[in-house]
């Protein structure tokens, strides 16, 4: 469970922004909107607005740039190679500072606090922190070449200082010499699935809910999967994976590729007579003859369904892109609700209908917002005062943040 991310001097974030997971004393849809985990209450979803180029893609990239680089940094990387960081450009000292990532969260029901700081050089500063109860201890502490490791806690980074290249990590080192915490932190960070990647509008070798329709007769994800595409009224009437499994030329013993690797997914939609009585089921190839939209909403259920399954956390950029607002609204209901037990889901959009307060307490809501140096600011509905009060819990969020209250807009001039 992810409790809080931290970027500064990354992209378009000058300073230190905050995303944080975790519950405030709010009391509305406590019951839906929450998880308890131990002593932790989390949200379960966040909802990021604000205008185009503000920051809100790059918030979503930082996460993704530090998992990547705690996953990879200590594998096929030379001691020359740089670190693909991106140090915010329009200050001149940001240029010459090391971009900061830091991530809180829970693993086996206990609070980890993992971060560091990089240059395109180097690794300035790593640390990780356990808290099994209330008091957080240091696992390691390092700033650049010096290292403490307290090897009665983490006693798996011991003697390992020396093998660490200064543009790698040490948990990812410790990691690949089998360290048993680091390979599990390591997990951790895999599990984050940033869902725009493979929920466009094309075909995809590693597509989740193709991989689920393949389960070897099981029918339990086929009924999930054409349940949802049913219940946001696509009028598909059923949906087969054809397989081909080394298909060969009966002239010339050859064997044959689909367009689509070694599979094609076929909708079946009725087909009616001229007095209307369904005659049968025609097929489609889905990423053929199927709308934009119905293809990325089949391409993000297998994901919504491994998350909720498994307890992941989806991360998605512009929920909106080809999706009605009403089946936006549906997906978002389906994470916070009571059904969901351990996944989470944050994500970006344009879309104003979902900032509702009978879909979100004001600590899901999330606004990010440039200054007039170009340097984003992410806040949440909760920390917002008008005129020193902060917003209550019956505003009417739509129309208040259309009209500018709580900023994050455009303001623009008549084309």
Known sequence: MLLKFTVGNYKVFKEKNILDLRATSLSELSDHNTLQV?????LKSAIIYGKNASGKSKLLNALEFMADFVIESAKDRQITDSIETDPFRLNQDNLKKASHFEVEFLLNETHYRYGFEVTQERVVKEWLLERPKTKEYPLFLRIEDEFQIDTKRFPEGKAKESWTRKNALFLSLVAQLNGQLSQEIIEWFSKLVFAHHFCDCEWHDDNVTERLLNTNGNSKYKKAILELLQKADIDINDIELIEFNEARSSKTGKSIQTPYGESLIYTYHK???????ALEEVPFNLYEDESAGTIRFFNLIGIILEALENGEV??????????H????????????SEKNRKAQFIFTTHDTNLLNKDLFRRDQIYFIEKDRYGAANTYALSDFKINDQKVRKDADYESN???GKYGAIPFINNF
Request: no cysteine.
């Open 38 to 42: 131990g002593t932790n209450t989390l």
């Open 271 to 277: 087909k009616y007579g001229v007095d209307n009585k």
């Open 314 to 323: 989806v991360l998605l950029d512009e929920i909106d892109g080809r999706l």
């Open 325 to 336: 607002t009403l089946l936006s609204k549906a997906i978002v209901l389906l994470f916070n």
């Open 401 to 403: 943040y259309l009209k």
